[in-house]
């Protein structure tokens, strides 16, 4: 079945700094993938998401690539601020056996001053 | 602005009792979700409903119940079955089955056992 298996946290970083967290997947078919922040006692918010291969998804300085040939979708950012600091959720949504969205177990970034 | 909106924020529940938690949308989606978050962990889906008056069990149904009598209300009941209820409550929703649009998230429901 589908998967997402994300970096385990949590990524501690100083600001200014470069952000990776990595994120591969299973999946059969051509699955759309998103990435989602959540900030502490919040709900998920959709950050971006890329619908096909070699799309990249951006938004306030996050990007990540859909790459097939590695079946990846890692998030990047230049230059983290203090306020990224939050749990980032790679998902998975599958257009073959069913439509469920599968999400990863989450990776937390600190970002210190 | 449209949304989704969960009620109450925070909900304590005596052993033995039932509760509802509450998920309203103003987006005109079709579809709504709940999902259940431990600390530290991901997300797990215990039902979801396409259309009004539909619904289905996701992974972990188990102890809980829903209706859909409304497109905007998604009510999730946690009942005295439920053994380990201590948790944060997510209600979603997106535009349909189509693909690609994501999920809108309320701003969840912390629900303890005292």
């Known amino acids: 079945g589908n998967s997402v298996t994300q970096m385990e946290g949590p990524v501690t970083l100083s600001e200014e700094a470069f952000l990776t967290i990595n994120c591969t997947y299973t999946?059969?078919?051509?699955?759309?993938l998103f990435w989602y922040v959540q900030y502490p006692g919040e709900g998920l918010q959709l950050l971006l998401k890329a619908t096909k291969a070699d799309d990249k998804g951006s938004n306030k300085g996050f990007e990540a690539t859909y790459r097939k040939e590695t079946t990846s979708f890692h998030l990047e950012k230049g230059s983290v601020q203090v306020s990224d600091s939050a749990v980032y959720f790679c998902?998975?949504?599958?257009?073959?056996?069913?439509?469920?969205?599968?999400f990863g177990a989450g990776t937390r970034l600190f970002v210190k001053a | 602005d449209g949304g989704i909106t969960q009620s109450p924020k925070y909900l304590f529940r005596k052993e033995g009792q039932n509760v509802t938690l509450s998920c309203e949308q103003n987006l005109n989606h079709d579809a709504m979700y709940w999902y259940r978050q431990d600390p530290g962990q991901g997300l797990r889906l215990i039902y979801y409903?396409?259309?009004?008056?539909?619904?289905q069990k996701g992974d972990i149904a188990e102890g809980y119940s829903v209706s859909r009598e409304k497109k905007e209300s998604f009510p999730l009941t946690v009942t005295s079955a439920q053994k380990n209820p201590t948790a944060f409550y997510l209600c979603?929703?997106?535009?349909?089955?189509?693909?690609?649009?994501?999920?809108?998230f309320g701003s969840g429901t912390r629900l303890t056992v005292v």
């Open positions: 999946a059969t078919g051509y699955p759309s």
């Open positions: 979603a929703s997106s535009i349909g089955l189509e693909l690609n649009y994501g999920y809108t």
């Open positions: 409903s396409q259309i009004v008056n539909d619904f």
């Open positions: 998902a998975l949504e599958g257009n073959t056996g069913g439509f469920k969205t599968i």
